[in-house]
T-cell receptor, first 112, second 109 residues
Framework: DAGVIQSPRHEVTEMGQEVTLRCKPI?????LFWYRQTMMRGLELLIY????????DSGMPEDRFSAKMPNASFSTLKIQPSEPRDSAVYFC??????????FGPGTRLTVT | QKEVEQNSGPLSVPEGAIASLNCTYS??????FFWYRQYSGKSPELIMF????GDKEDGRFTAQLNKASQYVSLLIRDSQPSDSATYLC?????????FGKGTSLLVTP
């Protein structure tokens, strides 16, 4: 199995630009999560999908953040407009029915 | 607020020793407990999970769970320098996992 796939691996953008992060979960997993990790705050859950449906987006910091999962094999996290404080590593994770959750390699976002 | 607490460390142990990593959690209803290892610049990697009170062994790793005390631990036997990483404890909180901030482990040769 290829594991969770994320792209891009690194993103450098200027403040105000739109950023789109992409994720392909492990085939057969029914849950998908987006996390953000910083030194100060650790791993923060942003949003959770179950069977492609957003269940809880209470972790999304602001309306500038949005996420979609149009099908079982693809999800996006969009930030528009981006700000320097959004700089972090963004992880996508998928989970099987036994609650075993696996992370992708992450996208390191730098907003200047 | 459902919390997962870990000592941030660093925990330093000599090569060949047993490393003991501890975690406490606040939600008594939690049923599933996980340990992740995260190397610097990498993503968290699932290394152990435990659901029942007691011990669960997998190679050099042993997870221990005490639900009455709301305590879960990870023991690493015969620690190697390659075990140097941050270890994250995660506890199920309904549908999602609640992560601690991790304990940094340094195994010195």
């Amino acid at each position: 199995d290829a594991g969770v796939i994320q792209s891009p691996r690194h993103e450098v953008t200027e403040m105000g630009q739109e950023v789109t992060l992409r994720c392909k979960p492990i085939s057969g997993h029914n849950s998908l999560f987006w996390y953000r990790q910083t030194m100060m705050r650790g791993l923060e859950l942003l949003i959770y999908f179950n069977n492609n449906v957003p269940i809880d987006d209470s972790g999304m910091p602001e309306d500038r953040f949005s996420a979609k999962m149009p099908n079982a094999s693809f999800s996006t996290l969009k930030i528009q407009p981006s700000e320097p404080r959004d700089s972090a590593v963004y992880f996508c994770a998928s989970r099987n029915r036994e609650y075993e959750q696996y992370f992708g390699p992450g996208t390191r976002l730098t907003v200047t | 607020q459902k919390e997962v607490e870990q000592n941030s460390g660093p925990l330093s142990v000599p090569e060949g020793a047993i490393a003991s990593l501890n975690c406490t959690y606040s939600d008594r209803g939690s049923q599933s407990f996980f340990w992740y290892r995260q190397y610097s610049g990498k993503s968290p990697e699932l290394i152990m999970f435990i659901y029942s009170n007691g011990d669960k062994e997998d190679g050099r790793f042993t997870a221990q769970l005490n639900k009455a005390s709301q305590y879960v631990s990870l023991l690493i036997r015969d620690s190697q320098p390659s075990d140097s990483a941050t270890y994250l404890c995660a506890v199920n909180a309904g549908y999602a996992l609640n992560f601690g901030k991790g304990t940094s482990l340094l195994v010195t040769p």
